[in-house]
C-alpha cells in the first residue's frame, strides 16, 4: 500500500471516530466534499498546513496519521 493510501485511510478513520462528515471538514477546509473525499482515498496528497490542520482537528499525531512506527 502506498503512503497516500495509508494516510487517506487514517483520516477516514480519524474523522470517524470523532463523528465527523466529510462534507463538514470539507467545509473547514474551503473544500467540496467531493475534493475531501480524495484525500481519504489517496487520489490527492495533502500539503503541509492541511497535515497539521487535520492532525490537529482529529487529535492524533503526524506519526499516527502517517501510521510511523515509533521503533523505527
Known sequence: MDIAK?????????RKL?????????????KHQADYSEYETGK????YEKIVY???RFDITPNELFD???HI
Open 54 to 56: 487535520l492532525c490537529k
Open 18 to 30: 470523532k463523528g465527523i462528515t466529510q462534507k463538514e471538514i470539507a467545509k473547514e477546509l474551503n
Open 44 to 47: 490527492i496528497q495533502l500539503d
Open 6 to 14: 495509508i494516510v487517506g485511510h487514517n483520516l477516514k478513520t480519524a
Open 68 to 70: 510511523i512506527d515509533e
